[in-house]
């Protein structure tokens, strides 16, 4: 049984916003920071955004830190991306991530536990 699920991902114009969600099993989910990465076509898997454990601090990658906010809810096990005025260079894969620890930061390796990916189609 997978521990991440997202959902949310779809095909959006120019311009749009899609809001992906991301379903945690208590144990990855409980006292963990979070975090949200994407793989474009061709490229590496890239940071877009983390939170602490009980949401007071988040990061965003500087590429989308004005478009995307992170957000969770402990009671739901739920970690959510909302993403607006996307881009056809938005389009990727999205995964989230579970931390080893309070807070995972930037780098991947700092989480231990990723979903399967939503993708996300941005058209011109």
């Known amino acids: 049984q997978a521990e991440l699920v997202e959902s949310g991902g779809g095909t959006v114009q120019v311009g749009g916003s899609l809001r992906l969600s991301c379903a945690a099993s208590?144990?990855?989910?409980?006292?963990?920071?979070m975090g949200w990465f994407r793989q474009g076509p061709g490229k590496e898997r890239e940071f877009l955004a983390g939170?602490?454990?009980?949401?007071?601090?988040?990061d965003y990658a500087d590429s989308v830190k004005d478009r995307f906010s992170i957000w969770r809810d402990n009671t739901k096990n739920t970690v959510w991306l909302q993403m607006d005025n996307l881009e056809p260079e938005d389009t990727a894969v999205y995964y989230c991530?579970?931390?080893?620890?309070?807070?995972?930061?930037?780098?991947?390796?700092?989480?231990?536990?990723w979903g399967q990916g939503t993708q996300v189609t941005v058209s011109s």
């Open positions: 939170i602490s454990w009980n949401g007071g601090n988040t």
């Open positions: 991530a579970a931390a080893r620890s309070v807070y995972g930061g930037f780098h991947s390796l700092n989480y231990h536990s």
């Open positions: 208590g144990r990855v989910f409980t006292g963990a920071g």
